[in-house]
């Protein structure tokens, strides 16, 4: 086994120490190749400044002049020397071991950290012509960097060999293990920033250890770069005892080490000692457990790397200190061309670099220095694995018409709608076991997709107890990702994707929005990628939104919210689709749609409980290809031009809905009513603004130009205003959705209170179709009279009467009601 490091404690400021202090004790590098390593990270060093400061004379072989600096300074420094001082030191572990490795900067504004040394190792200039290894290109590449056109101060998807683009602090290290899953090769080096550590994200992510298997998996090597200070804060970690944080990793279940320092000779040897223990910890854990087959909890190594902010940068400005503190955190000077001393520290800064030394006479970088990157696809900027749809490899699926549920004639059978997903998700498990997963927070059994673990259960490398084997559902390799954190998760399965695999994502709709921005950075990913030819498609995220909100009267108020369809919405149309499928059928269409595809987030919302079953597999099919169709076995309008459209999206509203129609048909034997229901949200939006929108012509032919339409809708009303506020009759629209009201109610009372059930919708009707505003004066008055004794039974007996509980669509046979419905969480 390894060994547990263990060293006194350090003094907590780093400008109070030069020397490097470190857990690991040794120097492996030859002083030629410290020279070389420290010529490199000047290199890089150089490189970031100018990126920050110059349009012109990159290689400063002229004296700096004002017009030479850009007039708009942004970007941040920082961290930046960190970062590439890291980077350095993986391409000589890289290239001395051969190594599969990629490299996660979680600093949310460390791009010149990084686009630094993939520039020098040519990778860059691979995939950009353009930015040329010479002094042209050199040009090119400073002058792009926060530059109208360019790229951003993030490791974007325009940067080679990023999967993480750091927009939002707090998923690197997720992101870093979802990458490693399955790929028993590859080692992820993710830097986390000391600012990232403070986010919640961050905080659960250190458990993802206890969720590799040395055996199949890769391994993530964690180093958490201390460099004391966030924006103009100091931070939490940099500024606790060294015993405290050594206890905090171990705690973690890390094998903590420290390297921690300011002066470069030292510090180079002392990271070179550290990685090399590193990664031969990692390779051990490795060994024992592939040559025994015995997959356990291992103690991985992780790093704390402690360094100046801004390191090798000014030290002071203006009697101000920078280096090591919180003023070096973005542009140490933004008034260069303004203030003379201050153009004078710039020059001097650039050149303390020597590019001179660094640089041949045209301008690309020597190649001594540069023979220090390894070659082809094991640079880091040029790892597949950092472009996942390289090495993506299509799922086997089987086909979903085998899980069809019966549905003849509609409106008659209840199943619960996600019951057979679950079983339809084991076989595409079973048949694709090395590069597809599920994920859900400790919810897939109440969700009702228990049937994945007949073939794989939840992963648990920690204790046992003998109740366990009690339907605890754990194993050693299992492949289903459960863990009591939305962020966990979301951050492994986007970790998984973008290095090439597949994943489905079960989660309660009421709490998907832990995980709202999360899916707005991702979305932001995908756009982005869509318009850079090199990158690869990637696996669509398939995220299933169950245990809805118009089944939470038992879990009240708190877990009623259907808003992250709104979230959604906001995205852009190109890497966005919403689906609502009403039954089992149309359900199990849309997954096998979604995990076919590619370069989207598809959200499903589908609710987990006992629901009526309505079209039979061949019907859904045509149904779920066409989006939204009229159901002409709930329509009276015979093909002329209705009275009213009854319009309804997601399982619950098309219930009420259908069951309002049927009263409807009974009181006016001859009102024109059309019955549409919509499965792919999005048709409702004009095709000029959205890829699946339907023309105007089709929309006006569907709900007419000028009649009443009664929208019954799953979310918040105001999406569907949202996305139909161009069409032709939206005066005529009128959208019924949950309005925030409810509490602990019967399904039907929760319905009520928003009016979105049978009686609130026929009354609208009554309401809003002239010929019944006298006529159907008797009709309303019975279904206000229904609806208030539904309310009264309810509270009377906490049940909903027998005839909404067995409610059918008329010509179907009655079916016995369950005796209760599932309320588990």
């Given amino acids: 086994m390894v060994a547990t490091p263990s060293k006194p404690a350090l003094d907590r400021s780093i400008s109070a120490f030069g020397t490097a202090r470190s857990t690991v004790e040794g120097a492996p590098l030859t002083p030629e190749e410290l020279r070389k390593m420290h010529a490199y990270w000047r290199a890089c060093n150089y490189l970031a400044v100018g990126m920050i400061y110059l349009r012109e004379n990159p290689l400063l072989r002229e004296p700096l002049k004002p017009e030479h600096i850009k007039r708009r300074l942004l970007g941040h420094w920082g961290s930046s020397p960190g970062i590439s001082f890291l980077y350095t030191h993986l391409n000589r572990v890289i290239k001395q071991q051969d190594l599969n490795m990629i490299y996660v900067?979680?600093?949310?504004?460390?791009?010149?950290?990084?686009?630094?040394?993939?520039?020098?190792?040519?990778?860059?200039?691979?995939?950009?012509?353009?930015?040329?290894?010479?002094?042209?290109?050199?040009?090119?590449?400073?002058?792009?960097?926060?530059?109208?056109?360019?790229?951003?101060?993030?490791?974007?998807?325009?940067?080679?060999?990023?999967?993480?683009?750091?927009?939002?602090?707090?998923?690197?290290l997720a992101h870093a293990y979802g990458a490693a899953y399955d790929n028993p090769d590859l080692i992820v080096v993710a830097l986390s920033g000391d600012g990232e550590a403070e986010t919640g994200p961050q905080a659960t992510a250190w458990h993802s250890n206890k969720f590799i298997n040395p055996i199949r998996d890769g391994a993530v090597l964690p180093v958490l770069h201390l460099n004391g200070y966030k924006i103009n804060n100091p931070t939490l970690l940099s500024r606790i005892s060294h015993e405290e944080l050594e206890a905090l990793f171990k705690g973690?279940?890390?094998?903590?080490?420290?390297?921690?320092?300011?002066?470069?000779?030292?510090?180079?040897?002392?990271?070179?000692?550290?990685?090399?223990?590193?990664?031969?910890?990692?390779?051990?854990?490795?060994?024992?457990?592939?040559?025994?087959?015995?997959?356990?909890?291992?103690?991985?190594?992780?790093?704390?790397?402690?360094?100046?902010?801004?390191?090798?940068?000014?030290?002071?400005?203006?009697?101000?200190?920078?280096?090591?503190?919180?003023?070096?955190?973005?542009?140490?000077?933004?008034?260069?061309?303004?203030?003379?001393?201050?153009?004078?520290?710039?020059?001097?800064?650039?050149?303390?670099?020597?590019?001179?030394?660094?640089?041949?006479?045209?301008?690309?970088?020597?190649?001594?220095?540069?023979?220090?990157?390894?070659?082809?696809?094991?640079?880091?900027?040029?790892?597949?694995?950092?472009?996942?749809?390289?090495?993506?490899?299509e799922l086997k699926l089987p086909d979903f018409r085998q899980y069809a549920a019966a549905t003849s004639?509609?409106?008659?059978?209840?199943?619960?709608?996600?019951?057979?997903?679950?079983?339809?998700?084991?076989?595409?498990?079973?048949?694709?076991?090395?590069?597809?997963?599920?994920?859900?927070p400790d919810e897939n059994t109440s969700n009702k997709l228990s049937a994945i673990y007949e073939v794989s259960k939840k992963l648990w490398l920690a204790e046992y107890l003998p109740e366990d084997a009690d339907g605890g559902e754990l194993a050693a390799d299992g492949r289903v990702m459960e863990m009591l954190s939305e962020h966990t998760?979301?951050?492994?399965?986007?970790?998984?994707?973008?290095?090439?695999?597949?994943?489905?994502?079960?989660?309660?709709?009421?709490?998907?929005?832990?995980?709202d921005s999360m899916i707005n950075q991702h979305c932001k990913w995908l756009d982005i990628c869509n318009h850079i030819p090199w990158r690869a498609s990637i696996s669509s995220l398939n995220l299933l939104i169950t245990s809805t909100v118009w089944r939470q009267d038992h879990n009240g108020f708190t877990h009623q919210d259907p808003g992250f369809l709104d979230?959604?919405?906001?995205?852009?149309?190109?890497?966005?689709?919403?689906?609502?499928?009403?039954?089992?059928?149309?359900?199990?269409?849309?997954?096998?749609?979604?995990?076919?595809?590619?370069?989207?987030?598809?959200?499903?919302?589908?609710?987990?409980?006992?629901h009526l079953q309505y079209l039979d597999m061949d019907a859904a099919i045509q149904h779920c290809t066409k989006g939204l169709g009229i159901w002409e076995w709930a329509s009276t309008d015979a093909g002329v031009e209705p009275d009213v459209v009854l319009a309804c999206a997601g399982d619950i509203p098309t219930l009420e809905a259908l069951a309002a129609s049927v009263m409807l048909k009974e009181h006016f034997p001859n009102l024109k009513l059309r019955f549409i229901n919509v499965v792919d949200l999005f048709k409702l939006q004009s095709e000029t603004e959205h890829p699946h929108g339907?023309?105007?012509?089709?929309?006006?032919?569907?709900?007419?130009?000028?009649?009443?339409?009664?929208?019954?809708?799953?979310?918040?009303?105001?999406?569907?205003?949202?996305?139909?506020?161009?069409?032709?009759?939206?005066?005529?629209l009128h959208v019924r959705g949950y309005k925030e009201k409810g509490s602990i109610n019967t399904p039907l009372e929760l319905a009520i209170q928003n009016q979105i059930d049978r009686y609130s919708i026929a009354?609208?009707?009554?309401?809003?179709?002239?010929?019944?505003?006298?006529?159907?004066?008797?009709?309303?008055?019975?279904?206000?009279?229904?609806?208030?004794?539904?309310?009264?039974?309810?509270?009377?007996?906490?049940?909903?009467?027998?005839?909404?509980l067995n409610w059918r669509y008329p010509g179907t046979p009655a079916a016995t009601a369950p005796a209760h419905e599932d309320a588990s969480d």
């Fill in 409 to 440: 004639p509609p409106g008659h059978l209840q199943v619960e709608n996600t019951r057979p997903l679950g079983v339809f998700l084991r076989d595409v498990m079973r048949l694709n076991m090395t590069n597809f997963r599920v994920f859900g």
């Fill in 567 to 610: 979230v959604v919405l906001t995205k852009s149309p190109s890497v966005t689709r919403i689906y609502l499928p009403p039954d089992v059928n149309t359900l199990l269409s849309v997954a096998d749609h979604c995990l076919r595809s590619v370069d989207y987030v598809n959200v499903i919302v589908s609710d987990k409980q006992l």
């Fill in 694 to 732: 339907l023309s105007d012509r089709d929309f006006d032919s569907l709900f007419t130009t000028d009649k009443p339409i009664i929208f019954n809708f799953h979310g918040y009303p105001w999406l569907v205003h949202r996305l139909t506020y161009r069409r032709t009759n939206h005066n005529n």
């Fill in 763 to 804: 009354m609208d009707v009554i309401d809003r179709v002239p010929s019944l505003h006298v006529a159907g004066a008797h009709a309303k008055e019975a279904f206000k009279n229904q609806q208030i004794e539904c309310i009264r039974y309810a509270y009377e007996y906490g049940v909903d009467m027998p005839e909404i």
């Fill in 489 to 515: 998760l979301e951050g492994w399965l986007e970790g998984y994707l973008l290095t090439g695999r597949h994943g489905f994502f079960s989660t309660y709709e009421s709490f998907v929005h832990v995980i």
């Fill in 105 to 172: 900067v979680g600093p949310g504004h460390g791009a010149p950290g990084f686009l630094g040394p993939c520039y020098l190792e040519g990778s860059y200039s691979e995939i950009y012509p353009g930015k040329s290894e010479d002094a042209e290109g050199l040009k090119r590449f400073f002058k792009e960097f926060s530059f109208p056109g360019g790229v951003g101060s993030h490791c974007t998807p325009e940067t080679p060999g990023s999967i993480h683009e750091g927009g939002e602090l707090g998923y690197s």
């Fill in 252 to 393: 973690y279940g890390y094998n903590p080490y420290f390297v921690e320092g300011s002066d470069p000779e030292t510090m180079h040897q002392a990271l070179a000692a550290t990685l090399d223990r590193c990664i031969a910890e990692i390779k051990q854990i490795q060994a024992e457990a592939r040559s025994t087959g015995i997959a356990k909890r291992a103690r991985f190594p992780m790093i704390v790397l402690r360094t100046p902010k801004g390191w090798t940068g000014p030290s002071e400005v203006d009697g101000h200190k920078v280096e090591g503190f919180w003023r070096a955190h973005q542009v140490p000077m933004s008034d260069v061309t303004k203030n003379d001393g201050h153009f004078e520290v710039l020059e001097e800064w650039l050149r303390s670099y020597k590019p001179e030394e660094l640089f041949d006479e045209s301008g690309a970088l020597l190649a001594e220095l540069k023979d220090i990157a390894p070659k082809g696809v094991r640079r880091i900027g040029s790892n597949p694995h950092a472009n996942g749809g390289s090495v993506r490899k």
